[in-house]
């Protein structure tokens, strides 16, 4: 939010600071954000109004260019008058007034202007644009001056209001209040502890017993009040007054025409978004309700938006004629270009809509808007009335046109439900005691109404009604925010909470550290993926229709209306991530994230609306509880690319799924467990390429390829590799185990088995380790041999066997003993011969 300093200024009582960085800091001790403070632009040298007497068109070049004679007043015209200016801006006509930068003058930027002969001409100054004037952003044309704001060669820095500097502010979601003249200035007055002049107080309301137009609210929801004010017979062609427009341009909007112009100043001033009709291109009751499916909207960046039946409507008897709180519709627009003498007929829409609605609206259509921003951080519900008549003022006075009689104003503003607070709950919960009155004052000048009373334990109590701008004050808390940040942040103290003794981090939080911080040892980047998916990815990924992945939980009111649901997988945000790093040019990745899933209940548990003025009761924490899904951590990676570089030692090595089951080992063996890894099949994985990830038994998670198909869907570099491991379903141990160390040496037996090719080499593996005994240290598959010699169907898997004994040397009959008997076990479960 930009706004000069000089219109916050017309409702401080007693003047604002002179240095604006002091203005800056009184936002800041309420609370508010400063982005930028831009300061008056110093421009040396003559910058004059001019006045344009002739205009040449030069047609022999490629691009139009123009050659003007321009009026820029006694001391600094020729001898004939004028000065000559070469131009190609098109939006000015010969009697326009402009502004000039003679030679000598060094605009913002240190852009110095110089005679100079270009295009045939000795260009002898500069016709400037507001951007290049620097007191907007504004450079598709020239700056027009209206007609009489000065005369040729009066000084154009007094004109400009160059000399007002311009305070830049984030709003936060929560003060959409401050999106305002209205909202800044008074909290600006109350940093400064002054009076504070309600822009809204000045502009009288008549009584309206008529309507002047008939309007119906079908969705009172979305919503609960709409005014209509009605202005005949406007000058379309009428230009805005020059204090307008350069406001306008201070707050970073381009003037357009006298009626976009009064709407947008408006709703600058008091924050009450507006939208005026063409009257006569209206057809029959104004109707707001929601879209019905299959219905169309021209918006009036003549985009034709397929409408969705969550948005809400403006409509008429032809159809919809506007995205409510988002953008009107070209059907009823009204023209930027009238006939010379003509007039129109305006009706002026001031409505309140819900906040959650209109957000939807606009990131379901991607079309945030001036109007959209405000309405969804919540607007004053009493302003409509009061911006339609202040729209309709200064549209007659400065166009010329009549007020009809009546105002439409249906449904009814929320009404604000009282807060009570114990007086001393401010004092309390800052560790402050502050003067008597302080939280009655400071809750006044946030324009609640405030009483006291006594409560049952003898002690104050407050009961504060917020105004209509801060719907946001709901509950104590609420009020004691606010009377801590006016009496000043930085009166509270730093105290730092001794921490108990004997508490650190649980074995879950030491688990997870000791996991991530092992993934990134073995060269994996940690990255914080988008949590949110749509039904999308799971059709690239190939789940069945009854995937239990694709029972999601769907966020009421989400960042992207394409990704609404809480993911129930970590691997999509991954991929993401992939994909993204991969255009920019990083052609080797290998990503993880460690991070909770959300696994939404097969029957769905209602959950409780417990009241906040009281702790809830043990009944219901419990059906909390069962109502939320189940959120446990997971641990994911994706590689692509080269695990290995190459370099002068030789050719690199592509990633692969062994890599990704050797993540997942990895993170077994740091949570302390050993995962057994089997065959599986688990989409979005290639099924001959993927394994499971077992704890005991138990499957805990996958690892291996993607699917092909899934490649090609999602855009992924060939032969990606993932794997997801749930991590809470690894029993939690010691992570710093004490290892068994023998002072005995170990002795190593190979062994070739000869198995059916189906067999698991992991079934292998299992039965040598169990039939080893207590004396087996190690099972290592070093060699697979298929052909002749093993016979059809049937290959040769070779296992690296290590025997060690804790009290003694084995000799070499105890380990082949165990060998032995490790090898009849296999044969017994599995099938498995010793290789002759």
């Not at 969705?219 to 805005?240: L, Q, T």
């Not at 809400?312 to 988002?326: E, N, Q, R, W």
């Not at 930027?336 to 906040?355: M, S």
């Amino acid at each position: 939010m930009r706004v000069p300093v000089s219109w916050l200024s017309d409702h401080v009582d007693g003047g604002l600071p002179a240095d604006p960085e002091d203005i800056g800091e009184a936002f800041v001790r309420v609370g508010l954000e400063i982005e930028e403070i831009h300061r008056a632009e110093e421009i040396p040298g003559p910058l004059v109004v001019g006045r344009v007497l002739e205009i040449t068109e030069l047609t022999e070049f490629k691009k139009p260019i123009r050659y003007c004679r321009v009026d820029v007043g006694p001391g600094h015209n020729e001898e004939s008058g004028s000065r000559g200016i070469v131009c190609g801006a098109r939006n000015f006509v010969v009697g326009d007034l402009v502004v000039v930068a003679l030679p000598g003058t060094v605009l913002p930027g240190g852009f110095a202007i110089a005679a100079r002969t270009t295009y045939g001409h000795v260009s002898d100054g500069m016709i400037s644009s507001a951007a290049e004037l620097g007191i907007g952003a504004d450079h598709s044309g020239i700056l027009v001056l209206p007609g009489g704001t000065a005369e040729p060669g009066a000084d154009a820095r007094p004109v400009l209001g160059l000399d007002d500097p311009v305070i830049e502010l984030n709003v936060t979601p929560d003060r959409g209040y401050c999106f305002s003249v209205r909202g800044l200035a008074r909290e600006l007055a109350a940093s400064l502890e002054r009076d504070f002049t309600d822009p809204a107080a000045r502009i009288a309301v008549p009584e309206e017993k008529e309507s002047s137009w008939p309007v119906r609210l079908d969705d009172a929801e979305g919503c609960p009040r709409f005014v209509a004010r009605r202005v005949r017979g406007v000058d379309p062609n009428a230009p805005s007054p020059w204090w307008m427009r350069r406001r306008l341009l201070a707050a970073g909007m381009r003037p357009i025409s006298l009626t976009v112009d009064v709407t947008n100043y408006v709703m600058i001033e008091l924050g009450q978004p507006l939208h005026a009709y063409d009257a006569t291109k209206l057809a029959g009751d104004i109707v707001v309700r929601r879209a019905r499916t299959g219905e169309k909207l021209r918006t009036l960046d003549d985009a034709l938006r397929v409408l969705d039946p969550d948005d809400l409507l403006i409509t008429d008897d032809s159809g919809p004629i506007g995205l409510a709180g988002v953008m009107g519709g070209a059907s009823t627009e009204i023209p930027a270009e009238h006939a010379e003498g003509a007039t129109i007929d305006v009706l002026i829409e001031a409505a309140h809509f819900d906040p959650a609605t209109i957000a939807r609206g606009a990131r379901r259509h991607k079309l945030p808007s001036e109007a959209s921003r405000r309405f969804e951080r919540a607007v004053d519900a009493q302003l409509p009335p009061v911006a339609a008549e202040r729209a309709a003022q200064l549209l007659v006075e400065h166009g010329g046109g009549t007020i009809v009689g009546g105002r439409t104003d249906v449904g009814a503003a929320p009404v604000p439900a009282p807060v009570r607070m114990p007086l001393d709950l401010p004092d309390r919960t800052a560790g402050v005691a502050y003067p008597r009155g302080a939280t009655v004052q400071q809750l006044t000048r946030i324009g609640a109404s405030v009483t006291l009373e006594t409560g049952d334990d003898g002690k104050g109590v407050v009961v504060a009604t917020p105004p209509s701008w801060r719907p946001d004050i709901t509950m104590p808390a609420d009020l004691v925010e606010e009377v801590l940040r006016l009496e000043g942040l930085d009166v509270i103290p730093s105290v730092l909470p001794a921490a108990p003794a004997g508490r650190g981090l649980t074995a879950g939080q030491r688990r997870r550290r000791a996991v991530s911080r092992a993934m990134a040892e073995a060269g994996y980047v940690e990255v914080l993926p988008f949590p949110f998916v749509g039904d999308a990815v799971w059709d690239a990924f190939g789940l069945a229709a009854d995937d239990v992945r694709r029972r999601t939980v769907t966020v009421v009111n989400p960042l992207d209306a394409e990704r609404n649901t809480l993911s129930t997988t970590l691997l999509p945000g991954l991929l993401d991530a992939l994909v993204r790093n991969r255009s920019r040019g990083l052609d080797d990745v290998a990503l993880f994230h460690v991070g909770q899933v959300v696994l939404p209940h097969a029957q769905p548990v209602a959950m409780p609306e417990p009241a906040v003025r009281t702790r809830p009761s043990a009944n219901e924490y419990a059906q909390i509880d069962a109502a939320l899904p189940a959120q446990p951590i997971h641990v994911a990676a994706v590689l692509a690319g080269e695990r290995e570089p190459r370099g002068w030692w030789g050719d690199g090595r592509e990633a692969g799924w062994a890599d990704a089951v050797e993540a997942a080992r990895l993170v077994g063996r740091v949570a302390g467990v050993e995962l057994r890894v089997t065959k599986g099949e688990l989409a979005p994985f290639h099924p001959g390429r993927t394994a499971v990830l077992r704890v005991g038994d138990l499957p805990a998670g996958h690892a291996g390829e993607l699917h092909p198909k899934v490649v090609e869907a999602l855009g992924l570099p060939p032969r990606t590799c993932a794997m997801e491991l749930d991590l809470d379903l690894v029993p939690l141990a010691d992570p710093r185990p004490v290892p068994r160390v023998s002072p005995y040496p170990a002795v190593a037996v190979d062994v070739a088995l000869v198995t059916a090719d189906d067999v698991p080499v992991a079934d292998v593996a299992d039965a040598l380790e169990e039939g080893g005994g207590e004396l087996l240290e190690q099972v290592r598959l070093f060699d697979v041999y298929s052909g002749a010699q093993v016979g059809e169907g049937r290959r040769s898997l070779a296992f690296s066997m290590s025997f060690r004994a804790d009290d003694r040397t084995l000799t070499s009959e105890e380990a082949n003993a165990a060998r032995d008997a490790a090898v009849a076990l296999a044969g017994r479960r599995v099938g498995a011969e010793l290789r002759g």
